[in-house]
């Protein structure tokens, strides 16, 4: 899941003054009998699932709920980011660079993680490029405490306390200790940044430990978004998409908003071409125009493989930049 700047911003503001919220009515809930009362609650389903209780002990101890995971929730920033100011902010220079070295060192790892994984050596260094820089910001926040908290105090309390449990399972598998589980302060976890269900489903232990660490383990971290895309559809040999030129407004009026959609061919026909100016593949490839900066902006053709990235987070913002990313660091 990918954080806003501002929010992301704002976590870290937050996380580094914990005395600013010393004297917070928030910091009342720590003393909330009603949460030992919770807790009892989370204890016997996990247990009736199987977990064992020195398991849910171990995660349970001397739990409080976080104030600042409350407060970041309550005040989570709009997301009124143009595509101008978004793509600025993700794809900077010292992204694109990172990412290259990166690149360089691991298209050995990579090669192997595609012949498992088909999916896109591209997009998967997108994908975690955006999502944690790399693995240079995870959070810092104890992904059992922040999820509790969430679950107990939080609108969507249904939810998080499903992730609560999905987290008490990796912890009675062994993958991770309870202090070695951090993330972010909703629950995402490592350098993929999954929450605990979707690392149930998708993370992979790529290189044989035993356990499935996206944490620390590059080989595991990268396998698991690959596995990820690949098991939301990606479809092996086609590209995201492509950045394209728009024919004159004259011959197709009608596509300056974006949001069509048509095969390659019929956008060749319309008049679109290559950034080179060359045609584009008269293929059947549905794809959809994007028109992220508006009538004036750059304008990309996304392919189905463009919605599998969407699985990870349903945003055109995030997608598009994801593919570019991906483009610029192994170009």
Not at 5 to 24: D, N
Not at 149 to 172: K, V
Not at 199 to 227: C, E, H, K, M
Request: no cysteine; net charge positive; glycine share 10%.
């Amino acid at each position: 899941m990918l954080v806003s700047s501002r929010r992301r911003a704002l976590e870290m503001a937050l996380g580094a003054a914990p005395a600013l919220l010393a004297f917070s009515p928030l910091s009342a809930l720590a003393a909330d009998p009603g949460f030992q009362g919770f807790l009892a609650s989370v204890r016997a389903e996990a247990e009736r699932r199987g977990i064992a209780a020195a398991t849910i002990a171990a995660a349970f101890a001397g739990l409080a709920p976080d104030p600042k995971v409350i407060e970041l929730d309550r005040h989570q920033p709009e997301f009124t980011e143009t595509w101008s100011q978004y793509s600025a902010a993700v794809l900077s220079a010292a992204r694109i660079a990172k990412g290259r070295a990166l690149y360089a060192a691991n298209r050995d790892l990579l090669a192997r993680v595609m012949r498992a994984y088909p999916a896109s050596p591209g997009v998967v260094m997108g994908i975690w490029g955006l999502e944690s820089n790399y693995g240079g910001y995870q959070g810092g926040f104890p992904v059992i405490r922040s999820l509790a908290t969430l679950a107990y105090s939080a609108g969507r309390g249904a939810y998080f306390r499903s992730e609560l449990l999905a987290a008490l399972s990796i912890l009675g598998h062994g993958d991770v200790t309870p202090r070695a589980m951090v993330g972010s302060w909703a629950g995402a976890m490592g350098q993929p940044q999954f929450m605990p269900s979707a690392y149930l489903s998708y993370a992979v232990d790529f290189d044989g430990t035993g356990q499935r660490n996206i944490w620390t383990n590059v080989p595991d971290v990268l396998a698991s978004i690959a596995n990820y895309l690949v098991r939301s559809g990606w479809k092996e040999g086609q590209s995201w998409g492509r950045q394209v030129l728009l024919p004159p407004p004259a011959l197709a009026p009608q596509l300056t908003a974006g949001g069509t959609t048509e095969t390659l061919a019929a956008f060749s026909r319309l008049g679109f071409r290559r950034l080179d100016g060359g045609p584009l593949p008269p293929t059947s490839i549905p794809a959809r125009l994007l028109m992220p900066g508006g009538p004036t902006g750059p304008a990309y053709l996304a392919f189905p493989n463009f919605h599998a990235i969407r699985r990870y987070n349903p945003s055109d913002f995030y997608a598009l930049a994801v593919g570019l990313l991906g483009d610029l660091v192994t170009s």
